[in-house]
């Protein structure tokens, strides 16, 4: 399992590099993400999340937890401008949920795990989830979205959880 970071790490802030080439080092990452995000009870996962800045994330929304997918050099284009709202998490925030308004229905271009071509139009959680995952690529966190008061509170909440884990973590 990979250690993923807490906001309000500045790791977090890092602009994630684009990948060269799928090389072997990189396919044991994707596969670790993989096992974290599920581990984590995540349905996505980038990066820049697991302190590594290049342009990968991993995600599954399927019940059984046996489809993941995987996205390399995303690019991300809204189709509608009309945004809605969503109650959005994060890995990286645990405990701390909130409305984000985004566009919907997105267009996706990226390379999969064999350097194929992806090129899909994707709406509902699926859009919200890849928006999500990019601005992590991005150095942006969902809080940023949020009021400051709701950013100074989710601080705090998250040093109060990363210390319960703590404790728990010593038993
Ligand atoms: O990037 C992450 O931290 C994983 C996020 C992905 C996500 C955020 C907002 C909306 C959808 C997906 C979540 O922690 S995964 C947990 C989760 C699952 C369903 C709905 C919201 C959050
Ligand atoms: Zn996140």
Do not use: W
Request: charged share 30%.
């Amino acid at each position: 399992l990979l250690p993923i970071l807490s906001y309000p790490d500045p790791r977090l802030r890092t602009i994630a590099k684009p990948v060269k080439e799928v090389t072997a080092e990189i396919k044991t990452l994707i596969s670790d993400m993989i096992e974290t995000m599920y581990d984590a009870q995540g349905i996505g996962l980038a990066a820049s999340q697991v302190d590594r800045h290049i342009q990968l994330i991993v995600m599954d929304l399927s019940e059984d937890k046996n489809a993941p997918r995987v996205f390399i050099n995303p690019k991300v284009t809204p189709l509608v401008e009309e945004k809605q709202p969503y109650e959005e998490g994060c890995l990286s925030v645990p405990d701390v949920y909130d409305k984000v308004e985004r566009p919907n229905k997105v267009r996706i271009e990226a390379l999969d795990e064999n350097g194929d071509v992806i090129d899909e139009v994707v709406e509902g959680l699926l859009a919200v989830c890849i928006q999500h995952e990019m601005d992590h690529l991005n150095g942006v966190i969902f809080v940023d979205y949020l009021s400051r008061l709701k950013q100074t509170r989710a601080r705090d909440k998250v040093r109060k959880v990363l210390k319960i884990r703590e404790k728990q973590g010593a038993q």
